[in-house]
């Protein structure tokens, strides 16, 4: 809509693998596009024609892709409001299902996804005292945890207020392979994350050259080579970078 009240419609959602009940707003990404979620529909099997709900991006000509359809298991179902973290990814929170709990199929869950839908669960409400079926989405605080609050669960079943670090796992080395002169090594990721690895031939210096430039994982791991053959003694390590 404009500021002079002309409303354009970007989108109509059909109920089917798109998405239906889009809760809260669209937060705007730093590539441009806006992100969302939808409480019901979505392709994810079982979920029947109403579906668990989706994450979408769409842009301002009205494009709508689904990043990523819930399927009421471990990662959730009817998700709220999305938040964009700091560092790029987006942050939200399921009403139900998860790894905890009897009914109906969990407490809910706290998401991480990232702008190409690589969905990462980070937490299972348990019913107890940590809250059940949060029923909004989060804010980041400038001490960099994220906030919220469960509509149930907590002492008298009267719901909570709670907190959330985020602290991405660190690169490790898990396979390193010597062959005729050239090093391959192999490190574990977190997909959407950016890597730069790195090397030094004296451990008692402080300057780390770059070798080669920074890799955004796609999956769980990455791999590069480097030659050993004009310095046969180096030390690796991999740094994650924001």
């Known amino acids: 809509m404009n500021a002079g009240g002309a409303l354009t419609t970007l989108y109509s959602f059909t109920a089917r693998s798109d998405g239906e009940y889009p809760f809260g707003g669209p937060v705007k990404g730093t590539d441009g596009f806006f992100y969302g ?57 399921t009403w139900y299902a998860g790894t905890s709990g009897d009914w109906p199929g969990g407490y809910g869950t706290v998401f991480r996804v990232s702008t190409n839908g690589v969905l990462t669960s980070l937490y299972s409400f348990t019913g107890g005292n940590d809250g059940a079926n949060p029923e909004a989405g989060l804010v980041q605080g400038s001490d960099g945890w994220f906030y919220g609050t469960t509509g149930a669960g907590g002492q008298g079943n009267a719901g909570t207020v709670f907190r959330l670090s985020i602290a991405p796992s660190p690169p490790v080395f898990q396979v390193v392979i010597l062959t005729s002169g050239t090093l391959s ?29 920074p890799v955004t994982a796609a999956g769980a791991t990455l791999s590069a080579t480097d030659s050993t053959i004009n310095d046969p003694h180096r030390f690796y390590r991999v740094v994650r970078l924001p």
Not at 59 to 73: E, K, P, R
Not at 189 to 204: F, I, K, V, W
């Open 37 to 93: 979620t939808t409480g019901g529909g979505g392709n994810a099997p079982g979920g029947g024609p109403y579906g668990y709900g989706t994450v979408f991006k769409i842009s301002t000509q009205g494009v709508l892709t689904t990043l990523y359809s819930f399927t009421g298991g471990n990662d959730g179902a009817l998700p709220n409001e999305l938040v964009l973290g700091s560092d790029g990814y987006l942050y939200g929170t």
């Open 185 to 213: 090594l192999t490190w574990s990721t977190e997909a959407g994350g950016r890597y730069q690895l790195q090397y030094n031939s004296d451990l008692s210096l402080t300057n780390w050259a770059n070798l080669g430039s």
